[in-house]
């Protein structure tokens, strides 16, 4: 997919006020740690994630979603007027239904006829979210729309320490099924995507592809559907080794296929964003794609991997901290269990 007309014009992102280490996290799992004989410690070593952020227990998906999408639309002079689409594009939501949209565009006040509904493909649904905005764009449906999502991690990493502790008999190699929930952090995201005629930025998007090599889709899965109301007890077993394993191998596949399509060089990218796993996946990676890791950005090690969030509000934190400059090549690689695998290319001009 290339694009010529649109633009990444802003981001707004919402973060927990409540901070939880993975030390803290190891002492409620103390009655399996003592059983089993566990170093503590072992949680950051593995994962490199020293901590992670929670909202208020109860609080709703759209809450944050509305508060990130205003921090998009306030960082720009654009009328809200012009968004023709609104997707809400997290894993977490408020209700079945209606879309967690519905309240999000209510609370915005955007136009009646503008698009909304809600994207979920775990942790790539805001990049799937911005293909769709972008082509809309493209096609000259819409001049600007709004991507958004809040995830939340405290129901899952507290119901995971919950289970750990009162199922004596787990075994070290039944545990390590656990280890991906217990890094899941909290966050919201907005991004805003223009047509160029209206960017004040210019921050072009120029192409995007995808891969969905969907035989590995039971490496990692949650529960029975659910949204975040009352009562939610999520539970998630992940293969963590065989995924991030198979999900790197997607990505080097994608990678060409990227390139191909961009007509970049390896060299040509300049910086990088990535979906936020962990240390070990972070090397592993780079040097797969055998690329230079000191043109990548991270937020794993303070905010765990917040999922769908994960890349957005790394690509927003690492705009403010002058990670990118003008003229910079930029490449966004999402992978996903599934596994799905999305790269955007990003022609980046603000200064």
Known sequence: MLYSNVCIESFGYTLPAEVVSS?????????????LRLPEGR???????????FWTAGTLPSENSILSSQKALAATEMDRGQVGALIHASVCRDHLEPATASRVHHQLGLRR?????????ACLG?????????????????????????????ELVENTIARLNHDTSLTRSQIKLSIASLTIGSASCAVLLTDRKLSQTGNRLAAAVADANTQH????????DSAVGEGMMPWMQTDSEKLMQEGIATGVETLQHFLATTEWRPEDID???????????????????NLDPRIDFT?????????????????????EQGHLEKGNRVGLFGIGSGINCVML??????G
């Not at 949680?43 to 952020?53: K, N, S």
């Not at 809309?136 to 939340?152: C, D, H, P, T, Y």
């Not at 290319?345 to 603000?350: H, K, N």
């Open 126 to 154: 805001l990049l799937n979210g911005i293909i769709q905005v972008a082509n809309m764009i493209e096609l000259r449906q819409i001049r600007a729309g709004l991507v958004v999502g809040s995830e939340g991690g405290r």
């Open 345 to 350: 290319a990003v022609d980046w001009q603000s």
């Open 299 to 319: 937020t794993f090690p303070w905010l765990g991997n917040t999922g769908s969030v994960a890349l957005p509000i790394t690509m927003a934190i690492g705009q």
């Open 23 to 35: 030390s803290e996290i190891e002492s409620r799992l103390a009655p399996v740690y003592q059983r």
């Open 217 to 224: 889709h039971r490496l990692c899965h949650s529960g029975q």
């Open 271 to 289: 910086k990088t964003f990535c979906h936020q796993v962990g240390v070990a996946h972070h090397k592993l990676m780079f040097d797969a794609l």
């Open 43 to 53: 949680l950051e070593a593995m994962t490199g994630i020293a901590e992670r952020r």
């Open 113 to 121: 006829n503008c698009l909304i509904y809600d994207v979920s493909n």
